[in-house]
């Protein structure tokens, strides 16, 4: 069996809130003696908070992580709104915040994935792949 202890962040906290109200499927664990969640229910967006990179079919998929307030705000506004404009969207999201503090040269170009859904060329910086 695996001992491990962790103590959770408050935001963290927030991510496993509601995992008692069965509101996603649960499977059994690796002995079969417990069982987890296949998602996660969350009240926040965590996928663009932390981003992620992954393997496809073609292509690497990077989704760049963005900032905590943008996000969070952004998230509001679609609960109050519901039928809130892209455009709205983002002028409360700028765009990915890059680790380091990266700068973007291509910020006109960034705002296409988020109208689409799609990346675009190689030339915009990264994230966008």
């Known amino acids: 069996m695996r001992y491990t202890e962790v103590r959770m962040a408050r935001l963290a906290s927030e991510v496993l809130a509601d995992i008692e109200k069965e509101t996603v499927n649960f499977q059994a664990n690796y002995d079969e003696s417990l069982s987890e969640p296949t998602v996660l229910p969350t009240r926040i967006p965590n996928l663009l908070l932390n981003g992620s990179e992954g393997i496809a079919w073609a292509w690497p998929p990077k989704i760049p992580p963005h900032n905590l307030n943008e996000v969070v705000d ?31 040269v291509a910020a006109k170009k960034l705002r296409s994935p988020y109208r689409t859904g799609r990346g675009i060329t190689p030339d915009a910086g990264p994230g966008f792949n």
């Open 74 to 104: 952004a998230t509001i506004a679609v609960c109050a709104t519901r039928k809130i404009d892209i455009e709205d969207l983002l002028k409360i999201v700028k765009g990915p915040d890059f680790p380091r503090a990266a700068l973007s």
